[in-house]
């Protein structure tokens, strides 16, 4: 089992910056790809970005490539995302999740998942 915890979500305005944390804890966090989805109210859970085990490679959704960038520290088992430039189309609920070793954009390839946190752009 891995435990995922996520913070740092809160009300910006636009054009503002957010910086999310999610700690995991439970099996060697460095064996997993950690990643990020977002869901807004009535919509689907969307992938936002993913961070491989070693933190070498990284993959964003095409809404958000320039604006985020998504980072992890195996000493710390914390991964973050880091969103600039933040618009009202990022409102959702953000959502940490696990995957052994390979990354995926389908959230359902997820095994494990936090609570989510609520991120709110005023325009």
């Known amino acids: 089992q891995v435990q995922l915890v996520e913070s740092g979500g809160g009300l910006v305005q636009a054009g503002g910056s957010l910086r999310l944390s999610c700690a995991a804890s439970?099996?060697?966090?460095?064996?997993?790809?950690m990643a990020w989805f977002r869901q807004a109210p009535g919509k689907e859970r969307k992938f936002v970005a993913a961070i491989s085990w070693s933190g070498g490679s990284t993959f964003y959704g095409d809404s958000v490539k320039g604006r985020f960038t998504i980072s992890r520290d195996n000493a710390k088992n914390t991964v973050y995302l880091q969103m600039n430039s933040l618009n009202p189309e990022d409102t959702a609920v953000y959502y940490c999740a696990a995957r052994y070793r390979t990354w995926d954009l389908h959230s359902y390839e997820y095994s494990y998942w936090g609570q989510g946190t609520q991120v709110t752009v005023s325009s």
């Open positions: 439970g099996r060697t966090f460095n064996n997993y790809v």
